[in-house]
């Protein structure tokens, strides 16, 4: 019974000693994505790139609006001497290019939304794959993100150097 007792109190030790040396070894680390999206030179490229794909739209919308516009003061200038049956072609056709404009700046908006989306994406994959590497070399566990964290204690490491010397940031 003894000899049980003493290997129960034994194999207990071991493994609060392995726990506690292992607790020890880990390694947390935290950077803050957001910042780091904001040095990132593709960041200017991409903006740029979605500026320029912005303006293109804006450009057509205008020109769309002007169309309307004009056929509407044409409309308006002349319609107490058109027939009741070209008045309301004109109406008709005058509401079909307000549609068509609002139609266009709708998806216009939902381009501008997909062309950031597949802009910004790669870049943020880039800096996932980044942290990983970095993770991966320093034997880090966990690596939080520092934008979305309230507090950050002391035994965490913050990474950023790291991440911004693999990416060539300096």
């Not at 999206?37 to 979605?50: G, V």
């Not at 739209?57 to 058109?82: N, R």
């Not at 942290?131 to 034997?139: F, L, R, S």
């Not at 150097?161 to 990416?167: F, M, S, T, Y």
């Amino acid at each position: 019974m003894k000899k049980i007792l003493s290997i129960t109190v034994l194999l207990v030790a071991a493994f609060t000693i392995s726990n506690t040396i292992t607790a020890q070894s880990l390694k947390f680390g935290h950077i803050n994505t957001n910042e780091l999206f904001e040095i990132m030179p593709e960041k200017k490229q991409a903006y740029d790139a979605l500026e320029a794909h912005a303006a293109q739209l804006e450009e057509t919308l205008t020109v769309m609006q002007a169309e309307g516009e004009k056929k509407y003061s044409d409309f308006i200038a002349a319609a107490d001497s058109l027939s009741p049956l070209i008045r309301q072609t004109k109406e008709t056709e005058i509401q079909e290019i307000s549609q068509r404009i609002q139609q266009f700046q709708q998806q216009a908006q939902q381009e501008i939304a997909n062309k950031e989306k597949e802009l910004i994406q790669p870049i943020y994959e880039k800096i996932r794959n980044t942290i990983k590497e970095v993770a991966d070399e320093g034997g880090y566990i966990y690596i939080f993100d520092a934008a979305s964290l309230l507090h950050i204690g002391t035994q965490s490491e913050d990474i950023m150097q790291a991440v911004k010397a693999k990416l060539g940031i300096l």
